[in-house]
Nanobody, 124 residues
């Protein structure tokens, strides 16, 4: 089973930056693609970005493109980092790293493993 442990996040003013990290462990985690999804208040889950098991960015939402970058920092321990720059109040929400045995971007039913969630709050 894949285990995901998140860190980072917090509160900033608009225009600021935050970094989210997600460390993966467990059986077969190196073979999994990885995603960041967010739960925005009053809205459903939004897919933020996805990265392949080889570290190539597979998807990034239009709403964050140019401001957020998703990278795989440590091949051995599989540390995934979401660098969030020029944050906007509409980026406020709970962010989750997540993956699945057959993850399909845009289909949350394919996400089998989730991090514990990290709150990001951006004030005007």
């Amino acid at each position: 089973e894949v285990k995901l442990v998140q860190s980072g996040g917090g509160s900033v003013h608009a225009g600021g930056s935050l970094t989210l990290s997600c460390e993966a462990s467990g059986f077969g985690f190196r073979l999994h693609d990885m995603s960041w999804v967010r739960q925005v208040p009053g809205k459903g889950l939004e897919w933020v970005s996805a990265i392949s098991s080889s570290g190539d960015v597979a998807y990034i939402a239009d709403s964050v493109n140019g401001r957020f970058t998703f990278s795989k920092e440590n091949v051995e321990n599989a540390l995934y980092v979401l660098q969030m720059n020029r944050l906007l109040p509409e980026d406020t929400g709970t962010y989750y790293c997540a993956t699945g045995d057959g993850m399909i971007v845009g289909d949350t039913s394919t996400l089998d493993y989730w991090g514990q969630g990290t709150q990001v709050t951006v004030s005007p």
